[in-house]
T-cell receptor, first 114, second 115 residues
Framework: AQSVTQLGSHVSVSEGALVLLRCNYS??????LFWYVQYPNQGLQLLLK??????LVKGINGFEAEFKKSETSFHLTKPSAHMSDAAEYFC????????????FGTGTQLKVEL | NAGVTQTPKFQVLKTGQSMTLQCAQD?????MSWYRQDPGMGLRLIHY???????DQGEVPNGYNVSRSTTEDFPLRLLSAAPSQTSVYFC??????????????FGQGTRLTVV
């Protein structure tokens, strides 16, 4: 079965600092991985996705993630944090069985401080 | 550009009451799903559908029913509400691709409190 693990339920960075949110996956088949962002009292918005091809994936708002098969990781990064990046971030993997169902990590709350 | 629309946005129920959470999408997506979000647990799949007339259970289906009579609508029914069903519920839609996988599009959520 496919699963993802997000290390760190809360991450705090200073404005302008590097953002690194960790996600490791477990999958018996080639994984299809996603990062979603949730702003307060909102639904989930897709940041980026990895299906096949280039292992470095660029998303919206300056975020990117690198798929590393050897490390079973798909960490999310942004070179310089902005106050508007404060949100909850979810890593997810497509589950088997059709329907584009997702298995989510437990989420990481990102706080950006002045 | 409505996308995925969920109603209501907020609801308070008494234990034992029943209700239906509505979900509609206008993107002609074949796939629709319901998730619940609880603190520290991420989102968990309740039920999903791969097309009109076809539904299946997810990870946490107990206490919930679904049906899919049209492509557009995928209501979630709580048969007899329990405090453990206090949560934020999200509906999502997606579509098949010849290769790779398409992302899911989410509604704004329904915040349900059962007292």
């Amino acid at each position: 079965a496919q699963s993802v693990t997000q290390l760190g339920s809360h991450v705090s960075v200073s404005e302008g600092a590097l953002v690194l949110l960790r996600c490791n996956y477990s999958s018996s088949v080639p994984p299809y991985l996603f990062w979603y962002v949730q702003y307060p009292n909102q639904g989930l918005q897709l940041l980026l996705k990895y299906t096949t091809g280039a292992t470095l994936v660029k998303g919206i708002n300056g975020f990117e993630a690198e798929f590393k098969k050897s490390e079973t990781s798909f960490h999310l990064t942004k070179p310089s944090a902005h106050m508007s990046d404060a949100a909850e971030y979810f890593c997810a993997v497509i589950s088997t069985g059709g329907g584009n169902k997702l298995t989510f990590g437990t989420g990481t709350q990102l706080k950006v401080e002045l | 550009n409505a996308g995925v629309t969920q109603t209501p946005k907020f609801q308070v129920l008494k234990t034992g009451q029943s209700m239906t959470l509505q979900c509609a999408q206008d993107m002609n997506h074949e796939y629709m799903s319901w998730y619940r979000q609880d603190p520290g647990m991420g989102l968990r799949l309740i039920h999903y559908s791969v097309g009109a007339g076809i539904t299946d259970q997810g990870e946490v289906p107990n206490g919930y029913n679904v049906s899919r009579s049209t492509t557009e609508d995928f209501p979630l029914r709580l048969l007899s509400a329990a405090p453990s069903q206090t949560s934020v519920y999200f509906c999502a839609s997606s579509y098949p691709r010849p290769t790779g996988w398409a992302e899911a599009f989410f509604g704004q959520g329904t915040r349900l409190t059962v007292v």
